[in-house]
């Protein structure tokens, strides 16, 4: 990861910019605020999703099949200083007609004048709808001990 080149101001309309493409399910848009390599991570379980392909196939099954079961996005709170924005989230998703309420936090560093990917906290019932099949792709992270996500 190169250090980031961008101000605070920067990193926080770049990470704003970021979810609202991801709101609006703008694929290209949104690839484009990226490196070329991203890493991203998830807690639970503890894992992460590496490199450009990986993430191009990652945002093709989260922007078809999990925004849609997003309902409302409440910005709690917001961060930023040169090296990363943090976001609290609210999220309500309708799933099988039930409204559920999940937060989700999410430290988005930058990488030279990108984002160098994400680390994603939330509940292991929310991570496991994001991921979705891509459970299965998560390297560990080093240093980091995984946790397993209930069994169906």
């Not at 191009?56 to 090296?83: C, D, H, K, Q």
């Not at 019932?125 to 560990?140: C, D, H, N, S, T």
């Amino acid at each position: 990861m190169e250090p980031s080149r961008l101000t605070a101001d920067e990193v926080r309309d770049l990470t704003r910019l970021h979810a609202e493409l991801e709101i609006a399910g703008d694929y290209e848009p949104l690839l484009a605020t990226l490196v070329a390599e991203p890493i991203f991570e998830f807690h639970p379980p503890g894992g992460q999703l590496i490199g450009g392909e990986t993430l191009r196939r990652y945002y093709t099954r989260f922007l078809a099949e999990f925004m849609p079961l997003v309902e409302e996005t409440i910005l709690i709170g917001e961060w930023a200083n040169e090296s990363a924005c943090v976001h609290e989230y609210q999220l309500r998703l309708r799933i099988d007609g039930e409204l559920e309420n999940h937060q989700l936090m999410g430290s988005i560093y930058a990488s030279g004048d990108r984002l160098g990917g994400e680390r994603l906290y939330g509940s292991a019932r929310l991570m496991e709808l994001m991921l979705g099949p891509f459970e299965a792709e998560l390297v560990p992270i080093e240093g980091v001990t995984p946790w397993a996500l209930p069994s169906p």
